[in-house]
T-cell receptor, first 113, second 107 residues
Framework: ETGVTQSPTHLIKTRGQQVTLRCSSQ?????VSWYQQALGQGPQFIFQ???????GRGNFPPRFSGLQFPNYSSELNVNALELDDSALYLC????????????FGSGTRLTVV | KNEVEQSPQNLTAQEGEFITINCSYS?????LHWLQQHPGGGIVSLFM???GKKKHGRLIATINIQEKHSSLHITASHPRDSAVYIC?????????FGAGTILRVKS
């Protein structure tokens, strides 16, 4: 049983650029959720994808967008990067709705300069 | 007011001590997770609880659904237990996280 894999592990971008983060879900899981964790804070819910459709969204602007693919892997895209977007981005896969059996990735550390 | 409150925010213990971290939540939930995060690292799931008590090695987690409260206990603490411990509740289709408890165990 494979776990959740996120890539890249670290990334440095310039303000105004665009970034794509990737997440491979655990085998058998059909739901992927993305979280942003700023330094010293708990993770905040960005959005969730279930069977390739967005299934809930947190308080993040539209420049945060996502995709889920038929194999249930997912991408998080952020346009027009701002300095405050610097954070650890966590992906969690789970099964069903409501989701259960969450498995977390190790995260992507994004630094915007 | 945060939906998930953890206490304490910071905790320093001596090796061997018994440690308790508390989590209170204000909404009806389907399950509660205790998670461990090492500096710069991703999150490892320790427990998922919907009732009662679970034990794994030196870790024990309890939940009281009526009181909307959960505790994570570490027996015979060790420096390798030093990490951030996060409580998260399943609320609707998402997880809502507490701010975490920073634990440092000194040898």
């Amino acid at each position: 049983e494979t776990g959740v894999t996120q890539s890249p592990t670290h990334l440095i971008k310039t303000r105004g650029q665009q970034v794509t983060l990737r997440c491979s879900s655990q085998s058998g899981h059909n739901t992927v959720s993305w979280y942003q964790q700023a330094l010293g804070q708990g993770p905040q819910f960005i959005f969730q994808y279930y069977r390739e459709e967005e299934n809930g969204r947190g308080n993040f602007p539209p420049r945060f967008s996502g995709l889920q693919f038929p194999n249930y892997s997912s991408e998080l895209n952020v346009n027009a990067l701002e300095l405050d977007d610097s954070a650890l981005y966590l992906c969690a896969s789970s099964l069903g709705q409501p989701a259960y059996r969450y498995t977390f990735g190790s995260g992507t550390r994004l630094t915007v300069v | 007011k945060n939906e998930v409150e953890q206490s304490p925010q910071n905790l320093t213990a001596q090796e061997g001590e018994f440690i308790t971290i508390n989590c209170s939540y204000s909404v009806g939930i389907s399950a509660l997770h205790w998670l461990q995060q090492h500096p710069g690292g991703g999150i490892v799931s320790l427990f998922m609880l919907s009732s009662g008590k679970k034990k794994h090695g030196r870790l024990i987690a309890t939940i009281n659904i009526q009181e909307k409260h959960s505790s994570l206990h570490i027996t015979a603490s060790h420096p390798r237990d030093s990490a951030v411990y996060i409580c998260a509740v399943e609320y609707g289709n998402k997880l809502v996280f507490g701010a975490g408890t920073i634990l440092r165990v000194k040898s």
